[in-house]
């Protein structure tokens, strides 16, 4: 399809039109559920699949070469900060469940807000460093690496 | 119309994309510009947009300077050396040097990096890559640009910039539409950073019908990193260089980590290993210095993506196909198993998906590789994209006019696919350009070069009614016929898209010509493109979500025009599986060895080219050995 929407399922929330990249789900107005409006524009980056609430969104693999009756399904949970995967073979003879974390801390709180920090110098601004440089590049209190303290010079011609 | 207009005005920073690039943007621009008002325009939602919308399974480049593992100059070489020695050493070094730094912070915002319980570094799968489990790597970093950013415009296609009318070849802000409400947004800003994506789908797909969307690179990564900046008059460099990719058919789920970390190999369809045998014969073509295998297995110099590509094509070509990774070995491990399904569950599901419907199990079957459609982008291991000044301690004359990162249009910067010849910095190397260009736009604020912008109602109106014309011409035309699709007074955007693949493919050397073309098939190209500019006027759009097609593939086709302004300039065969100059099949240092620049002429649209000297990092024992 790629992605299609279980009519019993859908409850038209929108969260699947929120987050879609590629502008593909949209709700019918009709029936007042989310569907896939342009299946040949889908990645099936299931950004759709795993914002959905109620789980109705699923995905075929694409038509042009893959066989029915396969299923790969997600659970994305952000609280726990760790995504399931369930994939089912075709034939029935592989059924795989796996996890894996997506954060090690909690959403945004060790993001610092920037307009709160202490401003840069001006010796900062004429340098080359960006924000928390050079004591995030390297543990040995050396400064940003530049082409006199690398032994480097630019030089036109080839050179391999 | 029914539509309103919002204006946003006084803006100092607009982040026009924000995928890594423009979150790096938006992030640092804050910390150099506290006081500044900084606002974000994005096509689609910010917490899942660009290439990395979906995830990533690795970090492609990080340096590990702090492990003692590799300098910036080292990382300068390796991507020289897999470029066929074109690229912009002293932006590449400038990012190297950076982006341990973007890196360290993802970590410690959260972002799970696997490390290597024996070193305590950080796991690598290769020289340059670190694996992660970055399936929340985009909502992540997203979080980062939203605390910085004053305002968030979401599902804004950005279509034109707008341009300062009281100084020539300044940037003054840029206008778009929204996907949802139809409104037209006018964002007038003092400096515009563009970090949109480069361009998918402007090559036929391998892929047909329903799996159209079903291509390497993002569906919705439509080239409007170039069509923005080309169409604003920006110089632009190494367009020529588009890329192909090698990649598990049909799902194009990724190789890097099968390769480097769980040691998977290819073979052909009778086991057999090909690579090697096709060198000799390709060493004739690109020169010993870029081809030695010998070499390359004692320094640990790679061979070049592109060369290896080319030995894969002449092996399919030859009757050997196809071309098998050999994963049967490794998968006998679970957790290399495991490992193997995450990597795709992690940044390309599809594959997974693939493998499911087909019921190929990788641990008891070896699956099919192939190589893709040709991409047309700056920030993977291909360096499309402006000419842009770097940075006032490493770069020469030639490229350095004052502001990192600012494109030959003043007050315009670039990051991450907008950059032009600076291959090799994926997600932390975009995200970390971001950064440079925020710290440089803000500087270029402060230094009063942004003073007395102006912008008349004229040019606004102007793009207004151009951005909306498809929509008018379709209500104009719709009952001309019964029902359907098929009008004579114009095409749809998908038809329009149809089209352009068809072109470049046949003409620009896609997958179906074996990527092959030569000066003849060019202009052939290049005058159906003129022609389909013309009908591109009369591109008809039923609703918002075509009008924003339609802006698409405008861009795809502004971008598609000036890679075969470029292939035609560069009159030799410098990337062999990438593509191939029929009628110049031979690499050509001599007359080659530089970087390719073009400009779009706004008001004629005519292309002037001319070549730029190639700078190339060198030591003292180097420069001693070349004289």
């Given at each position: 399809?790629?992605?299609?929407?279980?009519?019993?399922?859908?409850?038209?929330?929108?969260?699947?039109?929120d987050?879609?990249p590629?502008?593909?789900?949209?709700?019918?107005?009709?029936?007042?559920?989310?569907?896939?409006?342009?299946p040949?524009?889908?990645?099936?980056?299931?950004?759709?699949?795993?914002?959905?609430?109620?789980y109705?969104?699923?995905?075929?693999?694409?038509?042009d070469?893959?066989?029915?009756?396969?299923?790969?399904?997600?659970?994305?949970?952000?609280?726990?900060?760790?995504?399931?995967?369930?994939?089912k073979?075709?034939?029935?003879?592989?059924?795989?469940?796996?996890?894996?974390?997506?954060?090690t801390?909690?959403?945004?709180?060790?993001?610092p807000?920037?307009?709160?920090?202490?401003?840069?110098?001006q010796?900062?601004?004429?340098s080359?460093?960006?924000?928390n440089?050079?004591?995030?590049?390297?543990?040995?209190?050396?400064?940003i690496?530049?082409?006199?303290?690398?032994?480097?010079?630019?030089?036109?011609?080839?050179?391999? | 119309?029914?539509?309103?207009?919002?204006?946003?005005d006084?803006?100092?920073?607009?982040?026009?994309?924000?995928?890594?690039?423009?979150?790096?943007?938006a992030?640092?621009?804050r910390?150099?510009?506290q006081?500044?008002?900084i606002?974000?325009?994005?096509?689609?939602?910010?917490d899942?947009s660009?290439a990395?919308?979906?995830?990533?399974?690795?970090?492609?480049?990080?340096?590990?300077?702090?492990?003692?593992?590799?300098?910036?100059?080292?990382?300068?070489?390796?991507?020289?050396?897999?470029?066929?020695?074109?690229?912009?050493?002293?932006?590449?070094?400038?990012?190297?040097r950076?982006?341990?730094?973007a890196?360290?912070?993802?970590?410690?915002?959260?972002?799970p990096?696997?490390?290597?319980p024996?070193?305590?570094s950080?796991?690598?799968?290769?020289r340059?890559?670190?694996?992660?489990?970055?399936?929340?790597?985009?909502?992540?970093?997203?979080?980062?640009?939203?605390?910085s950013?004053?305002?968030?415009?979401?599902?804004?296609?950005?279509?034109?910039?707008?341009?300062?009318e009281?100084?020539?070849?300044?940037?003054?802000?840029?206008?778009g539409?929204?996907v949802?409400?139809?409104?037209?947004?006018?964002?007038?800003?003092?400096?515009?950073?563009?970090?949109?994506?480069?361009?998918?789908?402007?090559?036929?797909?391998?892929?047909?019908g329903?799996?159209?969307?079903?291509?390497w690179?993002?569906?919705?990564s439509?080239?409007s990193?170039?069509?923005?900046?080309?169409?604003?008059?920006?110089?632009?460099?190494?367009?020529?260089?588009?890329?192909?990719?090698?990649?598990?058919?049909?799902?194009?789920?990724p190789?890097?980590?099968?390769f480097?970390?769980?040691?998977?190999?290819?073979?052909?369809?009778?086991?057999?290993e090909?690579?090697?045998?096709w060198?000799?014969?390709l060493?004739?073509?690109?020169?010993?210095?870029?081809?030695?295998?010998?070499?390359?297995?004692?320094?640990?110099?790679?061979?070049?993506?592109c060369?290896?590509?080319?030995?894969?094509?002449?092996?399919?070509?030859a009757?050997?196909?196809?071309?098998?990774?050999?994963t049967?070995?490794?998968?006998?491990?679970?957790?290399?198993?495991?490992?193997?399904?995450?990597?795709?569950?992690?940044?390309?599901?599809?594959?997974?998906?693939?493998?499911?419907?087909?019921?190929?199990d990788?641990?008891?079957?070896n699956?099919?590789?192939?190589?893709?459609?040709?991409?047309?982008?700056?920030s993977?291991?291909?360096?499309?994209?402006?000419w842009?000044?770097?940075?006032?301690?490493?770069?020469p004359?030639?490229?350095f006019?004052?502001?990192?990162?600012?494109?030959?249009?003043?007050?315009?910067?670039?990051?991450?696919?907008?950059?032009?010849?600076?291959p090799?910095?994926?997600s932390?190397g975009?995200?970390?350009?971001?950064?440079?260009?925020?710290?440089?736009a803000?500087?270029y604020?402060?230094?009063?070069?942004?003073?007395?912008?102006?912008?008349?109602?004229?040019?606004?109106?102007?793009?207004?009614?151009?951005?909306?014309?498809?929509?008018?011409?379709?209500?104009?035309?719709?009952n001309?016929?019964?029902?359907?699709?098929?009008?004579?007074n114009?095409h749809?955007?998908?038809?329009?898209?149809?089209?352009?693949?068809?072109?470049?493919?046949?003409?620009?050397?896609?997958?179906?010509?074996?990527?092959?073309?030569?000066?003849?098939?060019?202009?052939?190209?290049?005058?159906?493109?003129?022609?389909?500019?013309?009908?591109?006027?009369?591109?008809?759009a039923?609703?918002?979500?075509e009008?924003?097609?339609?802006?698409?593939v405008?861009?795809?086709?502004?971008?598609s025009?000036?890679?075969?302004?470029?292939t035609?300039?560069?009159?030799?065969?410098?990337w062999?599986?990438?593509?191939?100059?029929?009628?110049?099949?031979?690499?050509?240092?001599?007359?080659?060895?530089v970087?390719?620049?073009?400009?779009?002429?706004?008001?004629?649209?005519?292309?002037?080219?001319?070549?730029?000297p190639?700078?190339?990092?060198?030591?003292?024992?180097?420069?001693k050995?070349?004289?």
């Amino acid at each position: 399809m790629p992605t299609f929407v279980y009519m019993t399922r859908c409850d038209g929330c929108g969260q699947c039109v929120d987050i879609c990249p590629s502008d593909i789900m949209h709700i019918d107005t009709v029936t007042r559920r989310a569907y896939n409006l342009e299946p040949n524009m889908c990645w099936e980056c299931y950004s759709c699949v795993k914002a959905c609430p109620h789980y109705a969104i699923d995905v075929r693999g694409y038509a042009d070469f893959a066989p029915l009756g396969h299923s790969v399904r997600v659970d994305r949970n952000e609280e726990k900060g760790v995504i399931a995967w369930r994939i089912k073979f075709r034939n029935g003879k592989k059924d795989m469940d796996l996890l894996a974390p997506i954060t090690t801390k909690p959403w945004g709180k060790f993001i610092p807000q920037l307009r709160d920090v202490s401003g840069p110098t001006q010796a900062q601004r004429d340098s080359q460093l960006l924000y928390n440089e050079p004591k995030y590049i390297r543990l040995d209190d050396g400064d940003i690496h530049t082409l006199e303290s690398n032994g480097l010079k630019m030089k036109a011609g080839v050179y391999y | 119309m029914g539509h309103k207009t919002i204006v946003e005005d006084n803006i100092d920073i607009l982040v026009c994309g924000a995928g890594l690039g423009g979150t790096g943007a938006a992030f640092e621009a804050r910390y150099w510009g506290q006081n500044k008002k900084i606002v974000i325009a994005e096509k689609a939602n910010i917490d899942r947009s660009g290439a990395v919308a979906q995830g990533l399974y690795a970090i492609n480049c990080y340096m590990g300077t702090r492990f003692g593992e590799n300098n910036p100059e080292d990382h300068v070489r390796y991507a020289r050396i897999d470029l066929m020695g074109m690229v912009r050493e002293d932006l590449l070094f400038d990012m190297a040097r950076h982006v341990d730094s973007a890196v360290h912070q993802f970590e410690e915002w959260g972002m799970p990096i696997m490390r290597d319980p024996k070193k305590g570094s950080y796991l690598r799968e290769g020289r340059w890559q670190i694996m992660i489990h970055g399936e929340s790597y985009k909502p992540l970093v997203a979080e980062a640009a939203k605390k910085s950013a004053d305002k968030v415009f979401n599902r804004i296609c950005v279509t034109h910039l707008l341009m300062d009318e009281s100084k020539p070849n300044r940037v003054a802000g840029a206008v778009g539409f929204n996907v949802r409400t139809g409104d037209y947004h006018v964002f007038k800003s003092k400096a515009v950073i563009v970090a949109a994506g480069g361009a998918s789908n402007i090559f036929k797909p391998r892929s047909v019908g329903e799996g159209a969307g079903r291509v390497w690179y993002a569906p919705w990564s439509s080239g409007s990193a170039y069509g923005l900046l080309i169409e604003a008059g920006a110089k632009m460099t190494q367009m020529e260089n588009r890329i192909v990719l090698a990649r598990f058919k049909d799902g194009y789920g990724p190789v890097g980590a099968y390769f480097l970390h769980l040691h998977t190999y290819t073979q052909n369809a009778y086991g057999e290993e090909y690579e090697s045998k096709w060198f000799p014969e390709l060493q004739k073509m690109v020169g010993k210095e870029y081809l030695d295998p010998e070499a390359s297995h004692r320094t640990h110099r790679p061979i070049p993506t592109c060369l290896r590509n080319h030995a894969l094509i002449n092996e399919v070509n030859a009757g050997r196909g196809p071309i098998h990774m050999v994963t049967m070995e490794a998968f006998q491990d679970p957790h290399l198993e495991e490992i193997g399904w995450h990597n795709f569950l992690g940044m390309t599901v599809g594959q997974a998906v693939l493998w499911a419907a087909t019921d190929v199990d990788p641990k008891n079957e070896n699956p099919e590789l192939t190589t893709s459609e040709p991409y047309v982008m700056g920030s993977h291991a291909t360096g499309c994209g402006a000419w842009c000044s770097g940075p006032e301690d490493v770069s020469p004359p030639e490229y350095f006019w004052g502001y990192n990162r600012m494109t030959s249009v003043e007050g315009l910067f670039g990051a991450g696919d907008a950059v032009g010849g600076t291959p090799h910095a994926f997600s932390s190397g975009s995200f970390t350009e971001g950064r440079i260009a925020a710290k440089a736009a803000c500087k270029y604020i402060d230094d009063g070069k942004a003073e007395g912008i102006r912008v008349t109602d004229k040019q606004i109106r102007d793009r207004e009614e151009e951005i909306f014309k498809p929509m008018s011409h379709y209500k104009t035309y719709r009952n001309e016929i019964t029902a359907g699709s098929v009008n004579p007074n114009y095409h749809n955007p998908r038809q329009a898209l149809d089209r352009l693949q068809k072109l470049m493919d046949e003409y620009g050397g896609g997958a179906s010509v074996n990527y092959m073309t030569n000066d003849k098939l060019l202009n052939i190209g290049l005058k159906k493109l003129k022609i389909m500019e013309e009908d591109l006027e009369k591109i008809a759009a039923a609703d918002i979500h075509e009008l924003l097609r339609a802006w698409e593939v405008k861009h795809r086709h502004r971008t598609s025009e000036c890679v075969l302004q470029h292939t035609l300039f560069r009159k030799e065969t410098r990337w062999p599986g990438y593509y191939y100059r029929g009628d110049a099949m031979k690499l050509d240092d001599e007359n080659w060895h530089v970087l390719t620049v073009s400009r779009r002429d706004p008001e004629t649209g005519e292309y002037t080219m001319e070549k730029a000297p190639c700078y190339h990092l060198v030591t003292e024992e180097e420069e001693k050995k070349a004289s």
